[in-house]
């Protein structure tokens, strides 16, 4: 996916924009997903003249644009992600109760 997106945005003269940019517009993309949560699950139902919006494609906005973070600050997700889970693994091994099969 980093590839990808590395490949979508390297044919611009502008490339990526600055980190600072970058989490604003995480943070809004983020945003429009509670929205549509707080829409679909939440206390809040769209009005009647509001279009239906769809979570898997605000998740995919997120997604793109936190790989456009990473990729700005040349961080491999892949191995962020390992270094996560090792450290959810190692302290949270014991937090919440196992399902028993």
């Known amino acids: 996916m980093q590839g990808r997106v590395d490949g979508w945005i390297?044919?611009?003269?502008e490339g990526y924009f600055p980190p600072a940019i970058i989490m604003l517009r995480l943070a809004e993309e983020v945003g429009?997903?509670?929205?549509?949560?707080?829409?679909?699950?939440?206390?809040?139902?769209?009005?009647?003249?509001?279009?239906?919006?769809?979570v898997e494609i605000e998740l995919g906005d997120c997604l793109f644009v936190l790989i456009s973070l990473a990729n700005s600050l040349d961080i491999r997700l892949d191995d962020a992600f390992m270094a996560v889970m090792e450290k959810f693994q190692t302290r949270d091994a014991d937090r919440w109760t196992r399902k028993h099969s």
């Open 32 to 54: 429009e997903l509670a929205r549509e949560i707080n829409h679909r699950f939440g206390m809040k139902p769209k009005r009647p003249d509001e279009a239906e919006g769809s």
């Open 10 to 13: 390297d044919q611009f003269e």
